[in-house]
């Protein structure tokens, strides 16, 4: 996060497929409405549900490991009323990476507008956690798009030029020199913070304000 003219900015780092992202999302959401107009959300996206066919199994056990990952999701949610996740997550919906959404997003920034970075990311995230749609698939992708107001076809030409996955492994190679180690992350003062994980709203809030209240060049204590 930096302070610039218009206020404090504020780099987010997240996986579309992960659980902890969605639970952040109505803190992130309350803080664009508290401090509308002082703060900018740039949304990038890390590598964490990268290949899901490798590390589910890796991680949680190659016989039962998605059945243990999806009790694991829903058990983590549960003290989060706003974090709905449909019981078919990881039991039967089984996406096999999270890239395709990321790069998607990528192209709506590219050829629409970081705002509809941040809807279409919203739309996505709901649509996997709470009606289990398969978000690996491009059709799925473009359908989700579409009814968010996004021209398919330019999205397209923004994945097949090259022009998407460019940006995308801008964000990965940020993330890698930021020390960004999962999702979510919170990039505070220019990459001299690093909030990461299941992070309170009354701590990101401090921080917001505190560098507000204090000269841009000027390390927060929070």
Not at 129 to 148: I, K, M, Y
Not at 181 to 186: A, E, F, H
Request: hydrophobic share 40%; proline share 4%; glycine share 6%.
């Amino acid at each position: 996060m930096s302070v610039s003219e218009s206020g404090v900015v504020i780099d987010y780092y997240s996986d579309i497929l992960c659980v902890w992202a969605w639970i952040a999302q109505p803190r992130l959401d309350e803080l664009e409405k508290q401090w509308q107009g002082h703060i900018t959300v740039r949304h990038h996206f890390v590598d964490v549900f990268g290949d899901c066919e490798k590390k589910i199994p890796q991680s949680w056990g190659a016989e039962d490991g998605y059945e243990k990952f999806g009790e694991h999701v829903q058990h983590s949610a549960q003290p989060f009323e706003l974090a709905t996740v449909h019981p078919d997550l990881w039991q039967t919906i089984r996406p096999r990476s999270s890239a395709p959404a990321h790069l998607l997003l990528r192209a709506a920034a590219l050829v629409e507008s970081e705002q509809l970075l941040a809807r279409l990311a919203l739309r996505i995230r709901r649509a996997f956690f709470c009606q289990a749609l398969d978000v690996s698939s491009l059709d799925v992708l473009l359908e989700l798009a579409t009814e968010e107001g996004a021209d398919a076809g330019q999205l397209q030409r923004a994945v097949y030029d090259g022009s998407a996955i460019a940006a995308l492994m801008t964000d990965l190679r940020q993330a890698s020199d930021l020390g960004v180690r999962g999702s979510p992350t919170w990039i505070l003062n220019s990459g001299r913070q690093v909030l990461y994980g299941n992070v309170g709203y009354r701590i990101l809030n401090a921080n917001i304000e505190e560098l507000l209240n204090n000269p841009a060049d000027e390390a927060s204590w929070c």
